[in-house]
């Protein structure tokens, strides 16, 4: 597993909603059985526009999605599923968005 690899997402109770979960930890700390990640769902499943800087909109092979920075969780590592895309090029944009939601800047 690498920081800004895109998994399926395999909880069967949350991946109609949410296909997709953002591998966002630092890969220094891959010991921990956890990963904390951002739900990736969708771009057509938004009721509304999504905010700038905190909700991502990206394209990759399968369409235009949303990157839900602001539902940052951290799952069990085995709730991630196969990659399907590096969102690598998107890394800073991502890490802004962490750092609005955590510090306001």
């Known amino acids: ?7 399926t997402n ?4 949350t991946r ?3 296909p997709y979960l953002l ?7 891959s010991v921990l059985p956890t990963r904390v990640v951002c739900p990736v ?9 999504p905010i700038d800087r905190v909700h991502l909109v990206v394209s ?7 990157i839900f920075v602001t539902e940052l969780t951290a799952v069990p590592v085995g709730v991630l ?12 944009d991502v890490v802004s ?5 955590i510090t306001g800047f």
């Open 41 to 49: 769902r969708p771009e057509s499943a938004l009721s509304a526009t």
């Open 1 to 7: 597993m690498a920081q800004f690899d895109l998994h």
């Open 16 to 18: 109609t909603r949410t």
């Open 23 to 29: 591998d966002v930890q630092s890969d220094a700390t």
């Open 81 to 92: 599923g196969p990659v399907v895309s590096s969102l690598q090029a998107h890394r800073q």
């Open 10 to 13: 395999t909880n069967r109770n």
């Open 97 to 101: 968005a962490i750092d609005l939601l």
């Open 60 to 66: 990759v092979e399968m369409g235009s999605f949303v």
